[in-house]
Every structure is written in structure tokens, then in C-alpha cells.
């Protein structure tokens, strides 16, 4: 007879989850929440939870602020639920993400994971002027011919996939002209839509190599530890449980595509049957419902989904 509950997995977004207020009420309500938040204020030498909490909005969007304000409270909210359901086998996380799914997995500290993408989202954003590179989502059309299109707008420049989310969505990223015009030509060959998001830089593509090569550097100072449960990394849509490995995945992911879909499937051919959004927003919540219906998602982004997703955990019947 094996549990049911062993097929749990949990899932960390990245970038552009933030909202001012996440995280507040947990914090409140729960000391273990607080102390999270606190640990960061200490860690970054600055109340990275005022801003998180209260705004304000347009400091909240600055990347080297964004990236470890939603790892923070994603590991906030993982500290209460983790308190209170089964362990999971499984953990991924979307680009930024995957930092918290390595906290979660204990392959880095906390403190260590706050601190490096706080410089992860510096060195992303000085690696290409603003204005130099743009990303835009192209919806309803399949990856091959998404790669066709980046190919035959690139001309010359770069333009590529960086984020493949789900048959439905996939995000594209490179040079501002080359992105704007593989949008355009993405319409043009019956796409449903495509449309230029409101990104500070192009993220996910080659531009990003000196971003790259100044991270690498950081990640080669922290001590790694093997990750308690297995990670699915972005980069390969592998299951990583070694500490070097993890490193290296971590590296490569800066200019690497994001290959959700296949991290989400790949967990899914192990036997994961819950998957559970831990962290602000519900953006991989909405991606498992375009990936596979069948499978159970939820989400904690607050006191209301926490609440509903471990009444939802422990009434679930043994098999």
C-alpha cells in the first residue's frame, strides 16, 4: 500500500509574480513566515519586506529588488506549509524560481539564495541597456514553428525561445527589432496572439552571457549541498540530486530557455499527481491547467490558499 501523498511537488515562480502586499498576511499570522522575512532584511542589509509589503510599486519592479522579494516569499509561505503536509518528492521552480526549489531541496541556504539573486537580477539588468532587448509571448502556436519564425526575424540579431510554458505559450527574447518582428510575423502565420511584455531585459537568450559569466563566479564561492529530493532544472528538463550539478544548471539557465513544459511533464511521468504552487501569484497554477487538467494544482500565496491547499492535502484518500 503506498500513500497517495507521496506524489506531491512543489512549484516556484519566478519573475513577474510580484505584488505589492505579498506576503503581509502570512507574516502576520504565522512567526515562522515573519522570521523568513526577517532573515532577508538581515542577509541583504536593507527592509527588502517593507518594500514587499508596502510598496513601493516601481521599486518592487527593479529586478535586483523583484528577485529576492519573491524568493522570499516563496520560502516564507514553503516554511508554514511544509510544517503541515507531507514532504514532497519532488521540487522545480521557474527561472528565478528554481532558486527557491533549491532552498526547499536544502542544496543552498536560504541566506546564501537571497543574496545571490539579488546579484543575479543586478547582473541581468547591466548586461544589456535598456531598450537594447525586449521579450514578447507568443500564444497558440507550437514550438517548432516559434523557432522558425525567431530564425527568419532574427536577421543577424538575436532572437530566440526563452521560456516554453505550455503549447499555448511560449515566450520569446533577444534583440528589441528582432523580437518585434518575429511578433509580427508570428501573427501573420496564425498565431492567436503575440504580444511584447513589460520586461526590463531580455531574459533567457544569449545577451545575457555577461550576466552569466559574472553569476558564475558567485554561485562558484557558495557551498552546495545534494538536494534532499530530486530538482527539475529548467535548462535540461532533468532531474538534478547533486550538489555540482546543481551549480551548473544554475549557471546555464541565465541564457538557457526555460523548458516548463518538459519540467512539468518530466514530473509527471515520475508519478506526481499534486502539484503545488508555493510564492506570489498563481501563473503555474494557470500553466498546469494548460499543461494537464488531470493532475490536482493549487496554490499558497496567502492565508486563504494555504488553508485551502492542506484541507485539500490531508482529506486526499490513501491508495
Known sequence: MTNSYHSIALLFPGQGSQAVGMGKDLAQKYPLARQTFEEA???LGYKLSQIGFDGPEDQLRLTEIT???ILTMSVAALRVLETRIPKPCFVAGHSLGEYSAHVAAGTMTFADAVRTVRHRGKY???AVPVGVGAMAAILGMDLAKVSEVCRDAAQGEVCSPANINSQEQIVISGNTAAVERAAKLAEERGAKKAKLLPVSA???????????DRLQI???????????????CNVDAELVSENLRA????????TGAVRWEECVRLLIAQGVQTFIEV????VLWGLMRQIDRSKTALNVSDDASLTKAIAAITQQPVS
Open 41 to 43: 532584511d538581515a542577509a
Open 67 to 69: 528577485q529576492p522579494a
Open 124 to 126: 541581468m539588468q547591466e
Open 202 to 212: 531580455p531574459f533567457h537568450c544569449s545577451l545575457m552571457k555577461p550576466a552569466q
Open 218 to 232: 558567485d554561485l562558484d564561492k557558495l557551498t552546495l549541498q545534494k538536494p534532499s529530493y530530486p530538482v527539475a
Open 247 to 254: 551549480r551548473d544548471t544554475l549557471v546555464r539557465q541565465v
Open 279 to 282: 510564492g506570489p501569484g498563481k
